[in-house]
């Protein structure tokens, strides 16, 4: 009964047990015997194509340009041939089938003899093979078990080894051989002057058979004609190359014969990373940056081209690749500064740049903002920092305002770079928070005069503030503020000058009395001085609107005015009337407490009605008139 199974590769010589062995004939037994053929009904030829993959440089910054050379080759071809086995059997007992081999050998023009060139074998183990295999280059032999009647094929293994044959039962095996060539080999074969003909020839032993009989079944078939028609050429070789990203590229090679080759470039940009978002961290922005340079960048290539007989063939897989490093500049940024410092001092800071990358980072700008803007400047900043350079420090000073409140001052250093070709990277920044203490308890803040006016309307005041710090010292350049209430108020803001000072003068445009005060903050204690006193009337006739510059002078103590003209006069004042201390009773509705005996002297002040309406003390450059 027959079987059937499927396909079976055997390469070279196999020896694979299939079924026991039948025992060898003694010359008793009967001979197993079969009659023997081979038919080529197919032979083409495919073409080996090989493909070599390269890129140059191996390693670039993004905007580089990569190179990729892909080199094609018709590297050989493999030789097809296909037909049928068959053993019919001519015995009255079974036989087994205990070897074979299968060669294709070629006629030598130069040698004038059949020459094997490539061969596959097999056998039962333990049997001896009567007619050994000739040597030649590995076939590759596929072959499928024909069902008949009276004939048992291997379960597995080899599906020739062990087949047993009934009387009168034919086997058969459909094939396929696979022969393969080098180009120079093609060559050489191919030409009728080196094989002026081409057979195959297959060879069967069976058992039981009597060793003086021999194995005389063999088989010869010329396929020179075939073998003529071969051609192992390629023509519409083209060549993709797959570049890490984006389209692939085709390149036309055209034909190709045997043991030619043909090369193609291709041109890469390596990507630059995405900018940094707007809401990207700097942790993950630096990691981003560590992601891209650590992939590689893979390109791959392959080719298909026309084989003489129209069939497509294509390089082998997997496609060769080619990798490419991306190199970045990749900045880490640090800062470092004072745990304390007090208001209106220098505060001095260290940032230190580190490129942990592979490339160097080129025009490095570092700002450092401190809260409300302001922008300090720094010192030290490499113009490219290396890898291999390490970490760098540059410096940074802040002069913080004598008007910063006492508590956390935090600022934020950033810096951006670029990398050889312009690239843009960052910003990436660090922060640093310092401890804003008060130095300026015990500061002062006097405003003069204590009291003004009368003062005529549309006419205007001076008030000037004197800043003094704990141990009696000027305090230049302190912001100090003026607010003036009452029937003109008013404010104004000045800096004290090298002498601790600062000057305000105001209008007042109607009368009344104002109240004025200065406020400031000198490292970061707030400081309030006294208060100041200014009147301010208008008359009613413009005719005393006249003011009346009075001189005071030191006295000699002998109770005469006998103060001569080229003295220098103690003090000056400007007062609305001549009117010091009067006598009781001579001033309507005076409620002063101002007499003749007053001290120091004051002049009283009268509506045009002759009416009280205030005091004005004689005084200036600290000195007071009868004191």
């Known amino acids: 009964m027959g079987s059937r199974?499927?396909?079976?590769?055997?390469?070279?010589?196999?020896?694979?047990?299939?079924?026991?062995?039948?025992?060898?004939?003694?010359?008793?037994d009967g001979n197993a015997s079969i009659e023997l053929s081979k038919t080529v009904t197919r032979t083409a030829l495919?073409?080996?194509?090989?493909?070599?993959?390269?890129?140059?440089?191996?390693?670039?910054?993004?905007?580089?340009?990569?190179?990729?050379?892909?080199?094609?080759?018709?590297?050989?071809?493999?030789?097809?041939?296909?037909?049928?086995?068959?053993a019919v059997s001519q015995s009255d007992i079974v036989s087994t089938v205990a070897a074979y081999y299968d060669e294709v050998e070629y006629f030598s023009g130069p040698d004038q003899k059949w020459i094997p060139f490539t061969v596959v074998s097999a056998s039962q183990s333990g049997y001896t093979v009567f007619e050994p295999p000739p040597s030649g280059v590995p076939m590759i032999l596929q072959l499928m078990p024909i069902a008949a009647a009276g004939v048992t094929y291997p379960a597995s293994g080899d599906p020739i080894l062990g087949t047993r044959i009934a009387k009168a039962a034919t086997a058969s095996w459909s094939y396929s051989g696979s022969i393969p060539l080098t180009a120079a080999q093609m060559a050489f074969f191919l030409d009728p002057t080196n094989a002026r003909a081409v057979r195959n020839v297959v060879h069967f032993e069976v058992t039981p058979r009597k060793l003086?009989?021999?194995?005389?079944?063999?088989?010869?078939?010329?396929?020179?004609?075939?073998?003529?028609?071969?051609?192992?050429?390629?023509?519409?070789?083209?060549?993709?190359?797959?570049?890490?990203?984006?389209?692939?590229?085709?390149?036309?090679?055209?034909?190709?014969?045997?043991?030619?080759?043909?090369?193609?470039?291709?041109?890469?940009?390596i990507p630059s990373p995405g900018p940094k978002g707007v809401d990207e961290s700097d942790t993950a922005y630096l990691a981003r940056l560590a992601t891209f340079a650590a992939t590689p960048l893979v390109a791959s290539a392959h080719a298909t081209a026309t084989a003489a007989d129209g069939t497509t063939v294509r390089t082998a897989t997997p496609d060769p690749t080619a990798s490419a490093t991306v190199l970045l500049p990749i900045v880490r940024i640090t800062k470092q500064g004072p745990a304390t410092t007090d208001a209106g001092t220098t505060a001095r800071y260290a940032i230190g740049l580190q490129n942990t990358g592979s490339a160097q980072a080129r025009d490095l700008v570092v700002?450092?903002?401190?809260?409300?803007?302001?922008?300090?400047?720094?010192?030290?900043?490499?113009?490219?920092?290396?890898p291999s350079t390490g970490a760098v420090s540059a410096q940074a000073s802040f002069d913080i305002p004598l008007t910063q409140p006492v508590g956390d001052l935090t600022d934020t250093a950033s810096v951006?770079?670029?990398?050889?070709?312009?690239?843009?990277?960052?910003?990436?920044?660090?922060?640093?928070?310092t401890s804003v203490t008060?130095?300026?308890?015990?500061?002062?803040?006097?405003?003069?005069?204590?009291?003004?006016?009368?003062?005529?309307?549309?006419?205007?005041?001076?008030?000037?503030?004197?800043?003094?710090?704990?141990?009696g010292v000027p305090i230049a350049g302190l912001a100090v503020h003026l607010a003036v209430t009452g029937a003109n108020a008013t404010s104004a803001d000045a800096p004290t000058d090298a002498s601790g000072s600062a000057s305000f003068t105001y209008l007042g445009a109607n009368r009344g009395d104002d109240t004025a005060q200065s406020t400031a903050t000198y490292r970061g204690t707030p400081l309030t001085s006294n208060t100041s006193t200014i009147s301010w009337v208008t008359p009613i006739q413009t005719v005393t609107t006249t003011t009346v510059l009075a001189q005071f002078f030191a006295s000699n103590g002998s109770g005469v005015f006998n103060t001569p003209k080229t003295a220098t006069p103690a003090f000056t004042q400007i007062v609305p009337t001549?009117?010091?201390?009067?006598?009781?009773?001579?001033?309507?509705?005076?409620?002063?407490?101002?007499?003749?005996?007053?001290?120091?002297?004051?002049?009283?002040?009268?509506?045009?009605?002759?009416?009280?309406?205030?005091?004005?003390?004689?005084?200036?450059?600290?000195?007071?008139?009868?004191?």
């Open 578 to 627: 001549i009117n010091f201390n009067p006598p009781a009773g001579t001033v309507p509705h005076n409620t002063s407490g101002v007499g003749v005996v007053s001290r120091p002297f004051t002049n009283i002040t009268t509506d045009l009605q002759g009416n009280f309406t205030g005091a004005i003390v004689s005084e200036g450059n600290g000195l007071q008139a009868g004191v």
């Open 367 to 386: 700002d450092d903002v401190f809260p409300g803007g302001a922008h300090v400047s720094t010192t030290g900043v490499p113009a490219a920092l290396d």
């Open 438 to 471: 008060s130095s300026g308890a015990g500061a002062t803040l006097v405003l003069s005069p204590a009291t003004a006016g009368p003062n005529v309307t549309g006419t205007s005041q001076q008030l000037t503030v004197t800043a003094k710090d704990t141990n």
């Open 212 to 269: 003086q009989n021999g194995q005389p079944y063999k088989q010869r078939i010329d396929f020179t004609d075939q073998w003529r028609g071969l051609a192992g050429g390629v023509t519409n070789a083209v060549v993709t190359i797959a570049p890490p990203s984006g389209a692939p590229t085709d390149a036309t090679v055209g034909a190709l014969a045997p043991g030619a080759s043909a090369s193609v470039m291709a041109s890469y940009a």
């Open 5 to 28: 199974r499927a396909a079976f590769v055997a390469v070279f010589v196999v020896a694979i047990v299939a079924w026991p062995l039948a025992p060898q004939a003694s010359a008793f």
């Open 416 to 433: 951006t770079w670029r990398d050889a070709n312009a690239n843009a990277y960052g910003p990436v920044s660090a922060r640093f928070t």
């Open 46 to 86: 495919a073409p080996s194509l090989g493909i070599g993959f390269a890129v140059t440089p191996v390693s670039g910054v993004p905007g580089d340009q990569l190179t990729y050379t892909a080199t094609l080759t018709n590297a050989g071809s493999a030789i097809g041939i296909s037909g049928v086995f068959t």
